[in-house]
């Protein structure tokens, strides 16, 4: 069955940039839209943005100008950046598949169906 | 920006029925998802669109909609089942940006 892992360093320092990578075993990347989601220790959930296969993407508003996503489809990896890090983006972070149904002959984003283990990434 | 509220914990005795709600102005119009999260792991989907259950989620688990609030009711609580529970949505701007409740600590008794 699918699965996700993430990778990437576990200690970022203050300013610079935090670059994860997901990769994706047991399925194809293709023709799916894939997430990242952050969780501070003790804290809820955060979705960071998704990215499609074709490359587009949408980010959570409230970090879009700090987030860049990227797919590479022949490594079935999926990555995520985000610069000028604070102590607040310490969290652990995931990445997960986002499920689809398709309806009357369209198909639409459904539950995130897959996730990574979860990576921890402190920054300080 | 958009909101889900949930209560902040939830507690029961062994075989009662849990309700954790979650509310939101655009859950009218678009699907809610329930996660469960156990400590040290991942989230787990228990409920898709509202009211479905995946395969391999036991049948006490069970979701409901009306209005502008989601209800998940866990009918015959069992130890096993005291986690977070996150509700997750989106916006009905038109960007589907992904909201997630602040979650719910089920706690049983």
């Known amino acids: 069955q699918v699965q996700l892992q993430e990778s990437g360093p576990g200690l970022v320092k203050p300013s610079e940039t935090l670059s994860l990578t997901c990769t994706v075993s047991?399925?194809?990347?293709?023709?799916?839209?894939w997430s990242w989601i952050r969780q501070p220790a003790g804290k809820g959930l955060e979705w960071i943005g998704r990215i499609y296969t074709s490359g587009s993407t949408n980010y959570n508003p409230s970090l879009k100008s700090r987030v860049t996503m990227s797919v590479d489809t022949s490594k079935n990896q999926f990555s995520l950046k985000l610069s000028s890090v604070t102590a607040a983006d310490t969290a652990v972070y995931y990445c997960?598949?986002?499920?689809?149904?398709?309806?009357?002959?369209?198909?639409?984003?459904?539950?995130?169906?897959?996730w990574g283990q979860g990576t921890m990434v402190t920054v300080s | 920006s958009y909101e889900l509220t949930q209560p902040p914990s939830v507690s029961v005795s062994p075989g009662q029925t849990a309700r954790i709600t979650c509310s939101g102005d655009?859950?009218?119009?678009?699907?809610v998802y329930w996660y469960q999260q156990k400590p040290g792991q991942a989230p787990v989907v228990v409920i898709y669109k509202d009211s479905e259950r995946p395969s391999g989620i036991p049948e006490r688990f069970s979701g409901s909609s009306s209005g502008t609030t989601v209800t998940l009711t866990i009918s015959g609580v069992q130890a096993e089942d005291e986690a977070d529970y996150y509700c997750q949505s989106a916006d009905s701007s038109g960007t589907l940006h992904v909201v997630f409740g602040g979650g719910t600590k089920l706690t049983v008794l």
């Open positions: 047991g399925g194809s990347i293709s023709s799916y839209y």
């Open positions: 655009a859950l009218p119009k678009q699907y």
């Open positions: 997960a598949r986002v499920g689809e149904y398709c309806s009357n002959n369209s198909c639409y984003e459904d539950a995130f169906d897959i």
